[in-house]
């Protein structure tokens, strides 16, 4: 039995097209050839390298839609709905309700986006960073079969 399979998959003259009694074929994605090669790693106790690697090389891709296409195509699919900016902070009270909250609300959201936050927000911030950190570090770093030496709030962790 073999550690590594590596399988390979060409396409060659992919397209797809419909036929108009008039002007004959219309190609509504133009002839391109597709290569994948998907590499899979059988041993299950190898952690160096990925279980599975899969890689594609695509000469090119040309798509021709018409308008009435495109409206079709957009009524089929729900037009996408507005989401809050940081839901986490976003009050769940109406503005005449809680303005403090709102007002705090537009504060940390500005000072998001322009990469000024306050210092209590940083020192937070940087104690999630380093608790993570030092988590992954043991995780990545644990040798197979022997356990990490797990802490209790190790499972309490939500970044």
Known sequence: EQPILYKTLSLSQLNLWHTCPIHGRHYILHPCSLTLHLRQNTTLDCTVHPQFSL???????NFVVTRRQLL??????PPPQPRPLFPEHRPTTRPTKSPKLWWRYALISIGRLTRRRSWPAFISSLRTRSRYLSLYTRARYSTPGHPLS????DYDYVP
């Open 55 to 61: 890689s594609s090389s695509l000469t090119s891709l």
């Open 150 to 153: 797990a802490k209790k709030d």
């Open 72 to 77: 079709l195509s957009r009524s089929l699919t």
